[in-house]
T-cell receptor
Framework: DAKTTQPTSMDCAEGRAANLPCNHS???????VYWYRQIHSQGPQYIIH???NNETNEMASLIITEDRKSSTLILPHATLRDTAVYYC????????????FGQGTTLQVKP | EAEVAQSPRYKITEKSQAVAFWCDPI?????LYWYRQILGQGPELLVQ????????DSQLPKDRFSAERLKGVDSTLKIQPAELGDSAMYLC??????????????FGPGTRLTVT
């Protein structure tokens, strides 16, 4: 699975959009980009995933560059409850695939 | 909404003692995972089951850790003897639903182990 690089930490004002970047320059053609987040003292929670097209769901939007070497997770209106560690993971989807977590980005949403 | 259940939520044990964690996955989920998360790091897979069979235990310290899923439903992870370095959060996850080729993993709340 391709390696990812994320900033260690970021701040965001409540109500503003939070844009979390992820670099995955060694991604291969059949690897998807996934995002999970982990709120303090809880297990990780799936957010969104994509291959090459931009994706949106009720939680967030995922923007993947045309060369697929980087992506951005967007939380359109961040709330205090969005304070968490956000993990960007690149992998081939399968029912035997483990998730390889890096250090992630700690997002602090401030009032 | 169905959830992955884990117990206990917190466990304090002395080194050299035995400790066990229990996980009940979401009903119908055939795949079960145990991850370990050391403070300040991301979770790391210890063992993966497909039904009652082990699919991946390459990172499981087999001299002291064991895991079973006898009937392909709930699972137990055991450590014997516990060492100070085993202090961590132990997370259980399950998956089954296929969303456009991706098997989303649902995580439980974890068991926080402290070895003294």
């Amino acid at each position: 699975d391709a390696k990812t690089t994320q900033p260690t930490s970021m701040d965001c004002a409540e109500g503003r959009a939070a844009n979390l970047p992820c670099n995955h320059s060694t991604i291969s053609g059949n690897e998807y980009v996934y995002w999970y987040r982990q709120i303090h003292s809880q297990g990780p929670q799936y957010i969104i995933h994509g291959l090459k097209n931009n994706e949106t769901n009720e939680m967030a939007s995922l923007i993947i560059t045309e060369d697929r070497k980087s992506s951005t997770l967007i939380l359109p209106h961040a709330t205090l409850r969005d304070t968490a560690v956000y993990y960007c993971i690149v992998r081939v989807p399968s029912n035997t695939g483990k998730l390889i977590f890096g250090q992630g980005t700690t997002l602090q949403v401030k009032p | 909404e169905a959830e992955v259940a884990q117990s206990p939520r917190y466990k304090i044990t002395e080194k050299s003692q035995a400790v066990a964690f229990w996980c009940d996955p979401i009903s119908g989920h055939a795949t079960l995972y145990w991850y370990r998360q050391i403070l300040g790091q991301g979770p790391e897979l210890l063992v993966q089951f497909q039904d009652e069979s082990v699919v991946d235990d390459s990172q499981l310290p087999k001299d002291r850790f064991s895991a079973e899923r006898l009937k392909g439903v709930d699972s137990t992870l055991k450590i014997q003897p516990a060492e100070l370095g085993d202090s961590a959060m132990y997370l259980c996850a399950s998956s089954s639903s296929k969303i456009r080729g991706y098997y989303e993993q649902y995580f439980g709340p974890g068991t926080r182990l402290t070895v003294t």
